[in-house]
């Protein structure tokens, strides 16, 4: 399984000044059906640290914050 390096290069983006993970929220991890969301451990926020996305997207309309936003391809619109 590939491995996401930057966080711009991957279509799941979680915008650190929102994400309350380090707040003990984890609800984008636990809807995400591949396990591709993570914890980091340097900063406590959520981020995918895989790059397998299904772009299903209940982890951007489950955010209690908003925090999260997928990023799907033009030719999968």
Do not use: F, Q
Request: glycine share 2%; net charge negative; charged share 25%.
């Amino acid at each position: 399984m590939p491995i996401a390096n930057h966080h711009s290069s991957v279509p799941v983006i979680v915008d650190e000044d929102k994400c309350i993970a380090d707040k003990g929220c984890t609800v984008c991890i636990d809807v995400c059906p591949l396990d591709v969301l993570w914890i980091n451990e340097e900063t406590g926020k959520a981020h995918m640290k895989y790059d397998e996305c299904w772009y299903c997207m209940p982890c951007e309309a489950d955010c209690p914050t908003d925090a999260v936003t997928v990023n799907i391809p033009y030719l999968l619109r």
